[in-house]
């Protein structure tokens, strides 16, 4: 990777971020609940605080941002493949931040690689205000081992474009009929399903028709985040 963004921070300059300058109160989170994964646990209290974002955030933000609505994922003369890995490669491409430098050293799907690329560089953690570029993880997205059961785990994975102090997660990721889309959730009120001007607070994820009991919007089907900008790649 090229180093000539590491150690530099500046402000994040989205649009949907401007409120990164307000002070918030502390978050009302659900009482009891926990991400999927057993692996990270979510502090049992937050309070948002916005903190610099790094150049090489900014350019992953941003420029998964463009890549919203996008037929084609091509990044630096480089294309990606259509799904959500190839996403959010595609999003730290602008980064020049390359994601799959070790994925031969795993087996898996392409979702499950990043995950083990970045829990052995310890870049994976739990909270409900991630930062502007942050990989973001979810479980039984659908039923992915055709058993008839929720329990397929590292099924999608999307990239954090801005955070509210409210706790709306802005986040890009593949939708398996609309393609690249930016969507929302919010870790303090995972079970609340009602809509506002962007649309749901916390967007359906787990695929329409999907057997077996489980979760149904982004932040109950949520398991981690991970700090893909935190790599130190070639």
């Given at each position: 990777m090229s180093?000539?963004?590491?150690?530099?921070?500046?402000?994040f300059?989205l649009?949907v971020?401007?409120?990164?300058?307000i002070?918030?109160?502390?978050?009302?989170a659900?009482?009891?609940w926990?991400?999927?994964g057993?692996?990270y646990?979510?502090?049992a209290?937050?309070?948002?605080r916005?903190?610099a974002?790094?150049?090489d955030q900014?350019?992953v933000?941003e420029?998964g941002?463009?890549?919203?609505?996008?037929r084609s994922l091509v990044v630096n003369g480089?294309t990606?493949?259509?799904?959500?890995t190839g996403?959010?490669?595609?999003?730290?491409?602008?980064?020049?931040?390359?994601l799959?430098?070790?994925?031969?050293?795993?087996?898996g799907?392409g979702?499950r690689?990043?995950y083990?690329t970045?829990?052995?560089?310890?870049?994976?953690?739990?909270?409900r205000y991630p930062a502007p570029?942050?990989?973001v993880f979810?479980d039984?997205?659908y039923?992915?081992n055709a058993?008839?059961r929720?329990?397929?785990?590292l099924?999608h994975?999307g990239v954090?474009?801005?955070?509210d102090p409210?706790?709306?997660?802005?986040?890009?990721?593949?939708?398996?009929r609309?393609?690249?889309v930016?969507?929302?959730?919010?870790l303090?009120r995972?079970?609340?399903?009602t809509?506002?001007?962007?649309?749901?607070v916390?967007a359906t994820l787990?695929?329409?028709?999907?057997p077996?009991?489980s979760g149904t919007n982004a932040?109950?089907?949520?398991?981690?985040f991970?700090?893909?900008y935190?790599?130190?790649?070639?």
């Amino acid at each position: 990777m090229s180093g000539k963004h590491r150690g530099r921070a500046s402000p994040f300059s989205l649009s949907v971020a401007a409120a990164v300058v307000i002070t918030l109160a502390s978050a009302c989170a659900t009482a009891g609940w926990a991400p999927r994964g057993s692996d990270y646990t979510m502090p049992a209290e937050e309070t948002y605080r916005p903190a610099a974002v790094s150049e090489d955030q900014r350019l992953v933000a941003e420029g998964g941002r463009s890549l919203a609505g996008k037929r084609s994922l091509v990044v630096n003369g480089v294309t990606f493949p259509n799904d959500c890995t190839g996403l959010v490669r595609a999003a730290y491409a602008f980064a020049s931040i390359d994601l799959a430098y070790r994925f031969d050293e795993y087996a898996g799907n392409g979702v499950r690689r990043l995950y083990e690329t970045l829990k052995d560089e310890n870049l994976l953690y739990a909270v409900r205000y991630p930062a502007p570029a942050d990989l973001v993880f979810w479980d039984d997205t659908y039923d992915a081992n055709a058993n008839g059961r929720a329990d397929d785990e590292l099924t999608h994975v999307g990239v954090v474009i801005s955070v509210d102090p409210d706790g709306s997660i802005y986040y890009l990721h593949y939708h398996y009929r609309l393609g690249p889309v930016i969507e929302r959730m919010n870790l303090t009120r995972p079970d609340d399903d009602t809509r506002g001007p962007d649309g749901p607070v916390n967007a359906t994820l787990r695929m329409r028709g999907s057997p077996g009991r489980s979760g149904t919007n982004a932040a109950q089907l949520f398991r981690v985040f991970g700090k893909g900008y935190g790599l130190e790649t070639p």
